[in-house]
């Protein structure tokens, strides 16, 4: 695939499914619209208007109709069949992971939220930090995704995936980091005026690497708590 066709460097685990079923639905679309602009034009060069040379009128070809009709219908059909297992796997269920962050959305920015040495959300020694998440690399994470104010759009390129969050709803999405490395968190719903600045960075470690960050952020957060700097955040709806 010419790298101007590429998609960025895929990291997570169901990265390839998305890949493959982008790749195949571009060499579906192309080639017919290759072939579409060809007859267009290969038409429009047979019966160009020419002297002495009457033009003739069709009520159209059945044969022709049902031919144009069926094949779009298989393709689509095949392309819903194909795209069902990477669904399935993305969507249909989550695995099972000790693993969890909160992502709030807000007019314009990224609240990541942990839990803290208590093991609980929504409590006032939570570790939250905006627009800066960190996970570890090799094991599935599930986000509970929320909003604010306004629908946000979730979106991690490299991980290939992407998710609305709706003001009073709860979304659960997953995620597995196949390397580690430094990556783009975006908006990618219009959310406003500084919607262009909603832009967040995801921090994949070693797992070692990520434990010692977050107990160090634990600590850090428990002693704020215990001295009162840090007031609990209002739940969300659920």
């Excluded at 500084?194 to 960075?201: D, K, V």
Aim: with cysteine; net charge negative.
């Amino acid at each position: 695939m010419p790298a101007w066709l590429s998609l960025p460097e895929g990291v997570s685990t169901y990265s390839p499914d998305v890949d493959k079923i982008f790749y195949i639905i571009l060499v579906v679309t192309g080639v017919a619209f290759i072939l579409t602009e060809f007859l267009l034009f290969l038409f429009a060069f047979i019966y160009r208007k020419r002297e002495g040379v009457r033009a003739t009128y069709t009520h159209g070809n059945s044969r022709l109709e049902v031919v144009w009709t069926v094949v779009p219908a298989v393709m689509l059909i095949f392309l819903a069949i194909a795209s069902r297992t990477a669904w399935v796997k993305i969507k249909g269920s989550i695995p099972k992971t000790d693993e969890e962050v909160v992502i709030t959305a807000s007019q314009f920015n990224w609240e990541i939220r942990y839990r803290g040495a208590d093991g609980q959300f929504d409590t006032p020694d939570d570790v939250i930090t905006s627009n800066d998440m960190h996970l570890p690399v090799g094991e599935p994470i599930r986000i509970h995704l929320r909003s604010k104010d306004v629908i946000h759009s979730f979106f991690l390129p490299q991980f290939r995936l992407k998710q609305d969050a709706v003001p009073g709803v709860t979304i659960d999405v997953w995620l597995q980091a196949t390397r580690t490395g430094t990556f783009e968190i975006a908006c990618a719903e219009l959310c406003g005026f500084g919607h262009a600045t909603m832009r967040g960075q995801l921090t994949v470690h070693e797992p070692g690497e990520y434990r010692a960050w977050l107990q160090e952020a634990q600590t850090a957060a428990s002693a704020q708590a215990g001295a009162g700097a840090v007031l609990p955040a209002a739940k969300p709806p659920a």
